[in-house]
């Protein structure tokens, strides 16, 4: 079963008299263990997909099933539980808080979820370690490199072990060698522990070592250029 299914998706939004189409008739599978790499142009609608595969905004047409189960009708509680446990959101800036250690960060959202310490902990450190960071547990924000900065943030995204992990330019504010180390981690994050990683990125190097490369200008989706390649001949 796919992680997640979009059926035919479009999204309008009404900008004064003017019917802005950000996605037109988008469809396609993210399976469990692949990494998926969206380009476009700026416009092109990318962040539109984004927030419909992260349950932050509905299509105005088509539906999103996850699992199997159709979430395009679900309610806003719904999509909120969807967001906290399906999904992991890494973001360009990293969004950690400065206040608190590399630990206290990862350790955020179990304890939101009511995860006793001891248990939060434990969990909090062992995510540290497979990003390659125990040693920086009690270091703040502020006294990491970038590229640690992300995998903290990596290592948050991971706290409730969710299938489905959301990058939006995760290398946009790291130099080159950062940049590579996050992409290698989130291709190892695919492959072996076998979540599903979706990657946002300009990146035409990253994009080829992706296992589908989806872009998309003006809405449309124009190709899975991986998957055309290996498609048998007409
Ligand atoms: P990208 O992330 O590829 O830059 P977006 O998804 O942000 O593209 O935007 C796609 C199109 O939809 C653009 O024309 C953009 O201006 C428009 N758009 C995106 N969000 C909104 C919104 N909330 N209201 C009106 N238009 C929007
Ligand atoms: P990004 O940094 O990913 O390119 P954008 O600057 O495109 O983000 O968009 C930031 C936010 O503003 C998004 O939530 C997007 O949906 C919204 N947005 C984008 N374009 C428009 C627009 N023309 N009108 C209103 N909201 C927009």
């Known amino acids: 079963l796919p992680v997640l299914a979009l059926h035919h998706v479009s999204k309008h939004y009404q900008r004064g008299t003017e019917d802005v189409v950000a996605l037109l008739d988008v469809s396609f599978e993210l399976a469990p263990g692949t990494v998926t790499v969206i380009l476009g142009p ?3 609608g990318k962040s ?15 539906h999103v099933d996850v699992f199997g189960q159709d979430i395009s009708t679900w309610s806003s509680d719904q999509l909120a539980q ?17 206040s608190m250690t590399a630990l206290e960060n990862v350790e955020l959202p179990l304890l939101l979820a009511g995860v006793p310490t001891t ?3 434990a969990r909090a ?19 990491l490199s970038g590229g640690q900065a992300q995998r903290v943030a990596i290592a948050r995204a991971l706290a409730a072990n969710p299938p489905l ?8 504010n790291l130099d080159s060698a950062s940049g590579e180390d996050i992409i290698r981690l989130l291709i190892a994050l695919a492959h072996e522990d ?12 990253f994009a080829a070592r992706a296992d589908r490369v989806l872009r ?19």
């Open 42 to 44: 700026s416009g092109g």
């Open 48 to 62: 539109t997909l984004l927030h419909i595969l992260g349950g932050m905004d509905r299509p105005s047409e088509g």
């Open 82 to 98: 969807y967001r906290r446990e399906t999904v992991g959101f890494v973001f360009q800036a990293f969004h950690l808080i400065a």
């Open 119 to 121: 248990a939060r902990r």
């Open 125 to 143: 450190l062992e995510l540290l370690k497979r990003v390659g960071l125990e040693t920086r547990a009690n270091h703040y924000p502020g006294q």
């Open 165 to 172: 992990i959301l990058a939006d330019e995760p290398t946009g």
């Open 194 to 205: 076998g979540h599903s990683v979706v990657i946002v990125t300009h990146n035409e190097e």
């Open 216 to 234: 998309i200008r003006d809405g449309v989706l124009h190709g899975d250029l991986k998957q055309e390649e290996t498609a048998p001949m007409a």
